[in-house]
């Protein structure tokens, strides 16, 4: 595919990055502790440099945003930016649980332009540009044509905080109650980019998540909605990659998973 934003070479600089992951896979890996329970590794880092060295040579005019180097404690996006997430699931990663993305998205004045989503254990590369479809492989792909919440399957995801933070924990807990009350089941998987990407897809008719960072979901978003889905945040509004809390889904259980949100939240 070649747009005047991404090309080829855009995504073939993520295929080759994940050579430097599959070089890890069931081997030992040196991992560090960014917290109690968040990990980095040597592979999060090298992936990320040299994912940085060459996004910055194709998109100069950029601010190249990645999830081991960055800054965005101003919360101002830049007005042209690309976010990495080098190993977006570095816990799986370290487990070799096989749900592990590289994303790389990109987004110019608060809105998406592009999207790469990379799964390298299983050689599965999502694409999408603004107007141009999302693609799996080379393949268009679409949203579910789910319509009744009760039968829809979800993802969730739960934030490092819920280590730190009894009130997140009790909060996340009683949405999923309200949530698995409501519908066919929720998974829980690991990584917001290959949730959003399952979303696009049809194998998931919906997911949100709490306490995401915009690396975590740029290209995800991207893909989502050229294939069809709706985002939001968790209040309903319309998302910014700084809300704290997403809802993605085909659009046709939107609403009902806002209000399945909504009802728990509201709980004293």
Known sequence: M???????????LVWQAGTIIRNFISKPKDIHFKGEIDLVTSADLAVEEYLKRGLAELFPDYTIV??????????????????????DGTTNF????????????????GQPEWGIVYNPYNDEL?????????????????????????QSLLATGFPYSVVESPQRRRLLLDVLDRVLQG??????????????????RGVLDG????????????AGIVILQEAGGRV?????????????GIIATNGHIHEALHQCIASATRTP
């Open 183 to 200: 519908t066919q089941g929720v998974r829980r998987c690991g990584s917001a980019a290959l949730d959003l990407c399952f979303v696009a």
């Open 94 to 109: 370290a487990h070799d649980f096989p749900f592990v993305a590289i994303s790389v998205g990109a987004f110019r004045d």
């Open 66 to 87: 990645a999830e081991e180097s960055a800054d965005i404690s101003s919360g101002v996006a830049p007005a042209r930016a690309i976010y990495i997430d080098p190993i």
């Open 126 to 150: 999502y694409h999408a540009a603004s107007g141009q479809g999302a693609y799996l492989n080379g393949s268009a792909i679409g949203v579910s044509s789910t319509e009744v919440f009760r």
């Open 207 to 218: 997911f949100y998540e709490w306490g995401l960072k915009p690396w975590d979901i740029a």
């Open 232 to 244: 939001s945040d968790t209040a309903g509004h319309d998302h910014d990659l700084f809300t704290d």
């Open 2 to 12: 070649n747009t005047p934003s991404m090309n080829i070479q855009t995504i073939d």
